[in-house]
């Protein structure tokens, strides 16, 4: 069982900037890959960014260039740094832990940007 706790979210002005982060009770977190994923009202979840095991990461078209997913091993923590926020981004974001055999998530935490 991993537990996934979220924070860091907000609101916050058209052209700011948050970071979330992501802290994961696990012993094995240096061999789990993480993701952030994001849920609009009304859109289906989707991949924001996702950073594997070996530091890999991968981005949606929508957030390259302004948001960067990086994590620290030794505070079991994954972060998501967001600049140059849009009203668009506007979402729940959910952390994601996931290997071949488990897939877990954390609870939400709310991103609101105003134009």
């Known amino acids: 069982q991993v537990q996934l706790v979220e924070s860091g979210g907000g609101l916050v002005q058209a052209g700011g900037s948050l970071r979330l982060s992501c802290a994961a009770s696990t012993s094995i977190f240096r061999a789990i890959n993480m993701g952030w994923y994001r849920q609009a009202p009304g859109n289906q979840r989707e991949l924001v960014a996702s950073i594997t095991s070996g530091g890999s990461t991968n981005y949606s078209d929508s957030v390259k260039g302004r948001f960067t997913i990086f994590r620290d091993n030794a505070k079991k923590t994954v972060y998501l740094q967001m600049n140059s926020l849009k009203p668009e981004d506007t979402a729940v974001y959910y952390c994601?832990?996931?290997?071949?055999?488990?897939?877990?998530w954390g609870q939400g935490t709310q991103v609101t940007v105003s134009s």
């Open positions: 994601n832990a996931y290997t071949y055999q488990m897939n877990y």
